[in-house]
């Protein structure tokens, strides 16, 4: 016998609305994951108490699912583009209608809970909570968001595959912005998102672009490389990733990362990597004043000659040429005369330290000579 959606609540064919919503409140205190619940179990209550909600008595079979689903890859080319557009518009509608609820409750220091989107779109929850901070529970996937306080977010972001025009873009404009446990749960930021957040730290999980082929309109058999390049800013404060890959920006104070891989670009004063790669035509971008951390286990045989620290004054060094100088023994070097300059070199464990002015004074000029690495090196002043 198939389990209808009455008997997933635990209550009687023809219960009232108000029968129906108690029932799910009941059993989401149970099965909600905060609460230590199964996740899945609670997906399968929230599944059937929308489906209660619009009058469908039993859950969609596995046709159903396929039919409804957000992702058309049976589909021409041609059907796909234009039905993620219509997706991406009505979402960015829902979103703007989202943005409006949230800034009414923040102006009235009120809090709140509200669904947006649907059931073929998709359902976010946003709650408004006391604190003045927004907790969003489901996957963001497209349109624009902004918000005056802290985003703690409980789901995915992405942005719409086949346009920009409704780019997925969210703005905090006072307060971080936090996945949940990111790490555990795995949510990631994909497809050419953007997150800004003006005053405040970020704290996400893995983070993803896109590069991706498309048929050139007029010349058959030509195609061309779209770039869906997903960016995080935190200007003036602090962004802690965990893998950065393909085609990704990243611009704060202070970046904590762990991998970097295939053209990503990091803006930054201070730069630290945990984990033990840093590859593919990626670039550092290093102001001023700042450095770039390497961690105990990090391996430099991990590090990419295509690679490219760029500093602030515009001088660019291959991490090609670093490699075959030595790099760690480039950072031993500075800390053994650090007592010429103002500024601290220091080295802990296993890991070393660049600094901004190490590489602005390293000469990469061929030696005429042999000599020792204190005067391959421009470190002492004269």
Known sequence: MVENNYDILGILEGSTEKEIRDAFRRLALQFHSDRGGENEQFIKIKQAY????????????????????????EDSEADVRRKNQILGQELSKEMKTAEDWA???????????????????????????????????????????????????????T?????????TNIRVTNGDFKFVNPLENKYKIDNGAKIIVDNGDVIVGNVYGRKFRIEDPVRVGVFQIQEHRTQILAPKGKIIVE????????????????????DVIISAREILFYGGKLTYDSVIELKKGGIIRFFENFS?????????????????????DLKTKKIKDLADEFVQNKENYN???????????ITYEMLDNLSLKPAKQKQGWGSKFSFFKK
Request: neutral net charge; without cysteine; hydrophobic residues 35%.
């Open 103 to 157: 800034s009414s409750l923040n102006n009235t220091n009120t809090t709140g809970t509200r669904l947006f989107g649907s059931k073929t779109l998709g359902e976010i929850e946003l709650e408004r909570k006391a604190t003045g901070a927004l907790s969003i529970k489901g996957n963001f996937m497209a349109g624009k968001f902004t918000y005056d306080g802290p985003i703690i977010m409980q789901g995915s972001i």
């Open 50 to 73: 929308d489906d209660l909600k619009i009058g469908k008595k039993y859950p969609e079979t596995d046709h159903e699912k396929l039919k409804n689903s957000k992702v058309y890859s």
């Open 159 to 167: 942005s719409p595959s086949w346009t920009q025009e409704y780019q």
């Open 243 to 262: 893998n950065l890959v393909n085609t990704v920006s990243l611009e704060a104070d202070s970046v904590i990362v762990l991998n970097v891989e295939d």
């Open 300 to 320: 430099i045989q991990g590090l990419s000659g295509d690679a490219i620290i760029k500093l602030e004054n515009g001088k660019k060094i291959r991490l090609f």
């Open 343 to 353: 500024k601290d070199a220091t080295m802990v464990g296993h890991g070393f330290t």
